[in-house]
């Protein structure tokens, strides 16, 4: 249960731009004597956090369970500590759903989420957790959950990437704390470093070298727009009817 609260907590960090010492405090609603059935509920939301966000964060646990039950990859929403935490709570399981664990989320009253958890989830998170390949590039996204103090040698930071949504444990040297510190909070950021991968070509961790402020809105480079591309090419027209009338033109 502990390790399940520890989870929960780690999702609510990747949700949220800041964490809190405590995080969102649960409760039991149900607990039958003689079982290990329960029901837990929020007790107080967080400061940095909203009643939304722990939707988000109980499905994303509910649901990550489920895509580890299936696949040896870091559950979508999941860091690579979530992982190891989801991990944790699957391999004192049995291998069949009667000796494993039944998880669900619920919202008033109805089942939105559920999943059938068994030893082979801690198999599948074992398996996504071991780095295999270090490569250098650069991943862009939004930075939130920043975490820095006695407990981190460096800054410790979660980049939420662009493409495909991973969810991206990213560790700053002290030189880049004046950059950090500019790129907290905004809507993009390119980081660029060493990237550990695990087998299935997911980034498990980063190592910054170097921090980028994006706009927030994408936008075409001086060299595009001297190229041809820029938001009227057309006129309004759209493209078959601009393409006849150049050609009609010539």
Known sequence: MQTMLSLLRELEIAETARPNGEGTRWTFNDLRLGSVACVLEPLRIAEHSTYDVVERVVRTAVTGLCEAESEARIPTGWTFRAASLGRRIARSLGASPDVGMFVAARGDGEVLRSAEVTQRAALHLDAATKARFRTFGSRRGRLSGLEEGRRQQHPRALLRT????????????????????RA?????????????????????????????????????????????FWPDMTGGQDAVDYVEALRGEN
């Open 162 to 181: 662009e493409v495909d949504g991973e969810v991206i444990p990213v560790y700053f040297s002290d030189d880049l704390d004046p950059q950090l510190r």
């Open 184 to 228: 907290w909070r905004r809507d993009r950021v390119e980081v660029t470093g060493e990237i550990t991968e695990n087998a299935q070509g997911q980034s498990v961790r980063m190592r910054a070298t170097d921090i980028e402020l994006l706009p927030t809105e994408p936008q075409l480079s001086d060299d595009e727009l001297r190229a041809g």
